[in-house]
């Protein structure tokens, strides 16, 4: 079955550091991939996405995601973190031959000041 | 361009009870969806429509309805609610296709008792 899995359920992370979210996706074929970021009491905002080739991808906020298909990962990474990126970060997958999206469980961020 | 908005934005019922959930978008895409978010669980797709007229089951379907109105409103029916459909539900929509990024809504709270 095709599923995303993010296992970090929190991250708590100083402001400033660095961050990295974990994200990987057992697809048949590569699927496409998204990050979405929620703030509390809000929808989902999509940060950034793949389709195909650079494996780089940059997205609004700052944030990039590495795409790595040798280890069916999408980390997402964030070189100095604010305060203002608290927030739950879900990573989605969908493939070619489905119209809907498979979410992650989430990854809840608290940014210390 | 309000993008996607649902209506109501908390709503509670008792077993047994049926309600509707609006939702409606102005970005003049084909695509719509509906998620249903629990803690822990990230988004389930409960039904979509792929495009105006056509309707297919999502993951979690079951004490669910939606009718795609017109190209615009996709509402979801909940004929007989229980306590298992306390959740917070999102109302999606994309371009078309699988490449496209889904646009969501602000959601809503409901709580059955």
């Known amino acids: 079955a095709q599923s995303v899995t993010q296992p970090d359920i929190h991250i708590t992370v100083s402001e400033g550091a660095s961050l990295e979210l974990r994200c990987n996706y057992s697809y048949g074929a590569t699927p496409y991939l998204f990050w979405y970021v929620q703030s509390p009491g809000q929808g989902l905002q999509l940060l950034l996405k793949y389709f195909s080739g650079d494996t780089l991808v940059q997205g609004i906020k700052g944030f990039e995601a590495e795409f790595k298909r040798s280890q069916s990962s999408f980390n997402l990474r964030k070189p100095s973190v604010h305060w203002s990126d608290a927030a739950e970060y879900f990573c989605?997958?969908?493939?070619?031959?489905?119209?809907?999206?498979?979410f992650g469980s989430g990854t809840q961020l608290t940014v210390l000041p | 361009n309000a993008g996607v908005t649902q209506t109501p934005k908390f709503q509670v019922l008792k077993t047994g009870q049926s309600m509707t959930l609006q939702c409606a978008q102005d970005m003049n895409h084909n695509s719509m969806y509906w998620y249903r978010q629990d803690p822990g669980m990230g988004l389930r797709l409960i039904y979509y429509s792929a495009s105006e007229g056509t309707t297919d089951k999502g993951e979690v379907p079951n004490g669910y309805n939606v009718s795609r109105l017109n190209k615009r409103e996709f509402s979801l029916r909940l004929e007989s609610a229980a306590p298992s459909q306390t959740s917070v539900y999102f109302c999606a929509s994309s371009i078309s296709g699988t490449s496209a990024e889904q646009y969501f809504g602000p959601g809503t709270r409901l709580t059955v008792t």
């Open positions: 989605a997958a969908s493939s070619g031959s489905a119209r809907q999206l498979t």
